[in-house]
């Protein structure tokens, strides 16, 4: 490959009209995608190794594009495209740069691929992904990365990793899914944590990604790469893009595509209703949560397998078992059957976890629709169909604060749409939001709930 410092104005010109003649081509062939692609700004960056997105630019390599076909190309567009519309440069949350590309791109490149396009040799791609999240995939891809590490590092490694998985409760989907490639993200994305410098450097992504994983030369190798959308203005966009102009850019290209019929109508309504939709893994966010919430402390009871051979017991951090939990329920209509059914089985599971000394369900629309039920430890959660009015969220807030005890924590499940207490409680709240659109809270965390 021609070196960044002597691409010469050749290859500069034949890359920026490969550029500009795959886009003009995804307009005619895939009218939904081309729509889209005219929504970034096009940038010839010599120092990145093929592409990358930041949400508001496509930033590529001419030395890449001037040796790449057509059709090449027009994956690439497309590639980049699919990363804005997902959300992805908004979506990274502090994982490690690499894997959260490798997750991202195997997010995408199966729905690309059943819309036609040509995926080139060695792209990404799996099935068993298919229709997953990148947050769910790259919880999945680190802990397989993570344990083929403990298979060639030995006992001492996967005792220790071990020990890190009793003591940090795992299952996070976030920047710890494991200690062996905690470490190794603390070491390899130093630079990438707040904002990959890379991207902001003028150094490539993707070099940084040799940098994680050259040494063992196994590692998948993303095509392109997604970066975290600009914070303000840049040196070449004054007012870059956001995830709701992304969202009025989908609906508006699905209306051009629908005119120009140039993609199959089903398979277009389908992906459009997946973008519309959240595909953040809500799950793993709220066992998270929940864990977080739940009391733990050191304990002798289980002790800590790193010192096994030693000639002392030390103990390992255990919980054991969590306070009260209260889950409030929005009964205006908002939450449908299949939502309710996920949320139903998802905080089972979590409850199993967790271990609450109770759980109480709360419903409410613009008031407590009939007595809160409560479930002791043990007893399975059954989320019932109530209500059907408005929505306001006082009233179960006003009814914990009758209760007895404090909740250890609060999760409501909600469209949003509602009127807010005046102060926080001195309890974590996490809002599971089952609607369409972010919304501001006053107070707590928001998680999307997918349908």
């Given at each position: 490959m021609t070196q960044a410092n002597e691409v010469d104005d050749r290859t500069r010109s034949i890359a920026a009209r490969r550029m500009m003649a795959a886009r003009e081509g995804m307009l005619n062939t895939f009218p939904f995608w081309g729509a889209l692609a005219l929504r970034l700004k096009?940038?010839?960056?010599?120092?990145?190794?093929?592409?990358?997105?930041?949400?508001?630019?496509?930033?590529?390599?001419?030395?890449?594009?001037?040796?790449?076909?057509?059709?090449?190309?027009?994956?690439?567009?497309?590639?980049?495209?699919?990363?804005?519309?997902?959300?992805?440069?908004?979506?990274?949350?502090?994982?490690?740069?690499?894997w959260f590309n490798?997750?991202?791109?195997?997010?995408?490149?199966?729905?690309?691929?059943?819309?036609?396009?040509?995926?080139?040799?060695?792209?990404?791609?799996?099935?068993?992904y298919a229709g997953r999240s990148s947050e769910w995939i790259y919880s999945r891809v680190v802990k397989r990365d993570e344990?083929?590490?403990?298979?060639?590092?030995?006992?001492?490694?996967?005792?220790?990793?071990?020990?890190?998985?009793?003591?940090?409760?795992?299952?996070?989907?976030?920047?710890?899914?494991?200690?062996?490639?905690?470490?190794?993200?603390?070491?390899?994305?130093?630079?990438?944590?707040?904002?990959?410098?890379?991207?902001q450097?003028?150094?490539?992504?993707?070099?940084?990604?040799?940098?994680?994983?050259?040494?063992?030369?196994?590692?998948?190798?993303?095509?392109?790469?997604?970066?975290?959308?600009?914070?303000?203005?840049?040196?070449?966009?004054?007012?870059p893009?956001?995830?709701?102009?992304?969202k009025e850019a989908i609906e508006s290209a699905a209306?051009?595509?629908?005119?120009?019929?140039?993609?199959?109508?089903?398979?277009?309504?389908?992906?459009?209703?997946?973008?519309?939709?959240?595909?953040?893994?809500?799950?793993?966010l709220l066992r998270r949560f929940f864990t977080e919430a739940a009391q733990a402390d050191y304990s002798f009871g289980r002790p800590n397998r790193r010192y096994a051979g030693a000639d002392f017991i030390m103990p390992s951090l255990r919980s054991e078992g969590m306070g009260p939990l209260v889950i409030g329920v929005d009964t205006s209509g908002s939450v449908?059957?299949?939502?309710?059914?996920?949320?139903?089985?998802?905080?089972?599971?979590?409850?199993?976890?967790?271990?609450?000394?109770?759980?109480?369900?709360?419903?409410?629309?613009?008031?407590?629709?009939?007595?809160?039920?409560?479930?002791?430890?043990?007893q399975p959660i059954v989320l019932e169909d109530r209500g059907g009015g408005g929505t306001d969220f006082r009233p179960v807030f006003a009814y914990v604060a009758t209760m007895p005890e404090r909740p250890a924590c609060v999760v409501y499940l909600t469209d949003m749409a509602g009127v807010f207490p005046d102060q926080a409680p001195d309890y974590p709240v996490l809002w599971a939001n089952t609607g369409r659109w972010d919304r501001r809270v006053p107070f707590g965390e928001v998680v999307r709930v997918s349908g």
């Open positions: 096009v940038v010839c960056d010599p120092s990145c190794r093929t592409a990358w997105t930041d949400g508001t630019r496509i930033g590529y390599s001419p030395a890449y594009i001037a040796g790449c076909t057509f059709d090449e190309v027009v994956f690439l567009w497309a590639h980049e495209v699919a990363h804005c519309a997902f959300g992805h440069p908004w979506r990274r949350d502090g994982r490690i740069f690499y490798v997750a991202a791109d195997f997010a995408i490149n199966s729905i690309l691929k059943a819309h036609g396009f040509i995926l080139p040799e060695g792209v990404l791609i799996d099935e068993k344990n083929e590490n403990e298979n060639e590092s030995g006992d001492d490694a996967q005792d220790g990793d071990d020990d890190a998985q009793d003591d940090e409760g795992d299952e996070t989907g976030n920047d710890s899914p494991g200690d062996d490639e905690g470490d190794e993200g603390d070491e390899g994305d130093e630079g990438d944590e707040d904002g990959q410098d890379d991207g450097d003028g150094e490539d992504g993707e070099d940084a990604q040799d940098g994680e994983g050259g040494a063992q030369g196994e590692r998948p190798v993303p095509c392109g790469e997604v970066r975290d959308a600009p914070q303000g203005s840049t040196a070449d966009c004054q007012e893009m956001t995830e709701d102009d992304w209306l051009t595509a629908e005119r120009m019929g140039g993609e199959a109508g089903g398979l277009l309504k389908r992906t459009v209703g997946d973008l519309r939709k959240s595909k953040a893994d809500w799950p793993t449908d059957d299949i939502q309710r059914q996920q949320m139903q089985a998802e905080c089972r599971a979590i409850v199993a976890d967790t271990e609450p000394i109770r759980t109480t369900v709360v419903y409410c629309d613009t008031r407590v629709c009939g007595e809160p039920v409560t479930f002791e430890r043990g």
